[in-house]
């Protein structure tokens, strides 16, 4: 006896959730709930589901375009760059989350932060796309309120802006950047320096604004902490750190990097210097990407929940879809974790002062 698989779906019998269903023998609200990602399904039976359909030739964007003639099955992801491993992450994560709901993604590589990069990329968005997500806003883009004036869903994750109500998908990272000063100032660090990415993003504004906080009500005022600004690269890390050591003020013997990216180039010009990590030095990085647990580099970082968020914007933009204007803006807020390695531990013991003291006084976030 010979066993042929069923020949491919056509455009006039397309395979339905129903010939699933009869396949595994399983409720077609079971199959539904299966492909589209719900976590009441266990892994096993939603593995089934997807290789039945797969083996049926079932096509879940036909019924996406089913439903709304008008839809293309097609979500567009902004992203400013593809050098930042967590970035990378979050764009697999989003596939796969989006794939679940039968979308497919196109990703659009611009940081679109003013009107006339959108106008580049208008006549795409505009018919061909039914959403976006937006990895790249900055804190005053225009781009996120002109989506909104288009009447297209858009979501934003990994950043938030200022001003504009719109479904938002972030960690706190203000929370995130006190767990990483209070990590270093627990460790017994008190000469600590800012390495951030770009002053015109949430991420790293709050992480900045949390760190200066916590140090300033634990006796480290703003006008002690050197911050600099620069952008999420490794180029941007090394030149910190080279910029730490040409300054006036004593060489920092903890570092809070805005991200691992800018950890690894602190990293590499502090051993291209002679700089022992973490016995001279400490450094501290976010994101927690894989590379950041490799054993030749063992990096503290606070973790981000990449699938979590990439997971939480994926429902919250077919939410928007289905629903239009008709609900809300909503803020989800993720969990972080500090994931301590062996980048970080004590200063290096110096002789103080018995005089020299911290003057008493608290930061203002405008300081920043």
């Known amino acids: 006896m010979s066993v042929t698989n069923p020949p491919p779906p056509t455009e006039s019998s397309p395979v339905r959730l129903e010939d699933i269903a009869t396949e595994l023998k399983v409720s077609v609200a079971t199959v539904s709930r299966a492909l589209s990602g719900n976590p009441r399904i266990s892994t096993k039976t939603r593995n089934a589901v997807q290789a039945t359909a797969a083996k049926l030739g079932y096509r879940v964007q036909n019924q996406i375009v089913k439903a709304n003639p008008k839809a293309t099955g097609l979500i567009g992801v902004v992203v400013g760059a593809l050098h930042n491993r967590f970035m990378t992450q979050l764009l697999t994560h989003l596939h796969d989350a989006l794939q ?165 180039g602190i990293l590499e010009a502090a051993k291209l210097r002679g700089i022992d990590v973490p016995g001279q030095l400490s450094v501290v990085g976010f994101d927690d990407m894989p590379l950041a647990g490799s054993p030749l580099i063992n990096l503290t970082s606070i973790r981000q929940p990449v699938e979590a968020l990439a997971r939480t914007a994926a429902r919250r933009l077919v939410d928007r879809i289905r629903l239009r204007g008709s609900a809300s803006a909503a803020h989800d807020v993720l969990p972080i974790q500090l994931v301590r390695r062996s980048s970080s531990g004590a200063p290096p013991v110096e002789k103080v002062s018995s005089n020299q003291e911290f003057p008493d006084e608290n930061l203002s976030i405008e300081k920043l």
């Open 100 to 264: 679940e709901y039968g979308y497919h993604i196109t990703l659009l590589i611009d940081s679109l932060d003013d009107t006339d990069n959108l106008l580049a990329f208008k006549p795409l968005i505009d018919g061909h796309l039914d959403g976006l997500i937006f990895a790249t806003a900055t804190l005053e883009s225009p781009v996120v309120g002109e989506m909104q004036r288009l009447g297209i869903p858009t979501v934003l994750v990994v950043r938030s802006v200022n001003n504009v109500a719109i479904d938002t998908v972030e960690v706190d990272n203000f929370h995130a950047g006190m767990v990483a000063a209070q990590h270093l100032h627990e460790l017994g660090h008190r000469r600590i320096a800012l390495v951030m990415g770009p002053q015109n993003t949430s991420t790293s504004w709050h992480r900045a604004a949390g760190a200066l906080k916590w140090l300033a009500e634990h006796g480290i005022p703003a006008e002690f902490v050197q911050l600099l600004w620069g952008d999420y690269t490794n180029e941007s890390g090394y030149s910190g750190l080279v910029s730490l050591l040409a300054g006036t003020q004593p060489m920092p013997t903890g570092i809070i990097a805005g991200n691992d990216t800018i950890a690894l």
